[in-house]
């Protein structure tokens, strides 16, 4: 049985269609002091796969409500599906006295689940927080399904060399073109491309994450200037804060998409295959 976190209610019904199983019923309600409480309404007498993107403190809280919620109502066994890992990106300490948020997350999870699978992680070493076995789902190629069958001259170009390997998923599922990444700024240079050249060319600008859409959007600025034919921003989370969208296409792209491990109006593809495979 699949059950829902609330910011994951389209990714779940995908997944249990793609695994043919039921979709729990759950309720979620807010008790006036605003602490949430979630109910599993039926009993579950089977594995139960809890889909739920801890985009908020509040989906935190859910997700370890709905894991406890499931072994009440009878799961044998509980997986949690983390399709974006919220706190991800807090993974190292800088200053002594810092924590590492995402171990904290990570160890919270694990006590109320039998297993983890988390897509596309900010680091890989986002696993090795995790107390239960864990699995990262790369969830990069379904981002070549949107782009147009006949690009020109393809080039697949991250926005930094950390996330090279998402370019390299997308251009290998889509079959054809050249990888680069563009070398961070310094001291007030732009980002550039490290040898390739971009001139009449269609280019995917890839990452994991678009956020404020700040890393996007200078990115694309950049290929624009670089005289690029069509520019294309695609992301594997499209956290996509207010203005991210229009920053993005204000400078060039042409089409701007992510998959559906956040709900978006731009969540273009799905991940529910690659979890299905997963599992
Ligand atoms: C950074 O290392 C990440 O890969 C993303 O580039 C970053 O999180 C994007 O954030 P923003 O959209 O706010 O620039």
Do not use: W
């Amino acid at each position: 049985m699949i059950l829902s976190g609330s910011a994951s209610q389209t990714l779940a019904a995908r997944l249990a269609d793609e695994l043919d199983e039921s979709l729990g019923a759950t309720t979620t309600k807010r008790f006036p002091d605003d602490e949430l409480h979630v109910t599993v309404t039926e009993p579950i007498d089977e594995r139960a796969i809890i889909v739920a993107s801890t985009v908020s403190s509040d989906a935190h809280i859910e997700l370890l409500q709905l894991q406890d919620a499931a072994r009440q109502a009878g799961a044998d066994e509980v997986v949690t599906v983390l399709p974006y890992m919220g706190y991800a990106r807090q993974d190292q300490t800088f200053e002594p006295g810092e924590i590492i948020s995402t171990r904290a997350a990570a160890r919270a999870i694990s006590t109320g689940t039998d297993r983890v699978l988390t897509v596309t992680p900010h680091e890989k070493n986002v696993a090795s927080f995790f107390d239960v076995p864990t699995t990262v789902i790369d969830g990069a190629p379904r981002l070549a399904d949107p782009l147009p069958a006949a690009l020109t001259d393809p080039l697949f170009l991250s926005t930094d060399a950390a996330a090279a390997p998402l370019a390299e998923s997308v251009r290998d599922a889509y079959g054809a073109g050249d990888c680069d990444h563009l070398i961070d700024a310094t001291d007030g240079e732009r980002p550039a491309p490290t040898e390739e050249s971009l001139a009449g060319r269609d280019v995917v600008v890839v990452d994991d994450i678009v956020g404020t859409g700040s890393t996007m959007s200078g990115s694309v600025a950049v290929v624009a200037d670089a005289e690029a034919d069509r520019i294309f921003a695609t992301c594997v989370h499209p956290v996509f804060a207010t203005g991210a969208l229009s920053k993005i296409a204000r400078v060039g792209a042409e089409l701007i998409y992510g998959t559906d491990t956040l709900e978006r109006v731009i969540s273009d593809v799905s991940v529910a295959p690659a979890i299905a495979d997963a599992l």
